[in-house]
């Protein structure tokens, strides 16, 4: 559901009992051949190493729904607890994933997009989920530019 608020820019309002995010992801690309899945999921503090790849809410991770070609923009929400998210962001899965093999996490798992910080996009958003929906919590996914996770673990 779209509102206006600040002039004539479009901003996302959650559905009113999402205990969550939502906003709008667009896709560019075509979905790979060798695709899983597409989950979105959120982390309360940024991964440092393989290890902490799986601790990740919500749990089971929630699928999306693969885009059609072209590109495309699709609504989204998230449920998640009363929390602060160090990053919100869609993982791409190889066919051939398992779950329990972090050693191969690096061959399996793509960072496909994420929310960025709106004052400086190079890195990760913040955000706060309180009782009602954070809204407004968009990305771009694009399957011609996704990243090894370890991509963004320290050096």
Known sequence: MLGCN???QPTTICDPHLVGVC???TFRGAVPDSTLALYIVAY???PQSRADLFNFLPFP???LTLPTPGDTVEAYSLSLLNNQYHWILAVWAK????PADTANADSHLMEAGYYRDL???T???VVTVKSSGTGDIDFVVD???MHSVSYFFPP
């Open 95 to 98: 066919v051939g994933l398992n």
């Open 23 to 25: 906003g709008h992801i």
């Open 143 to 145: 399957f011609a530019n």
């Open 44 to 46: 309360g503090n940024f």
């Open 6 to 8: 600040d002039g004539l």
């Open 123 to 125: 890195k990760p958003g």
């Open 119 to 121: 004052a400086d996009t």
């Open 61 to 63: 991770p929630q699928q």
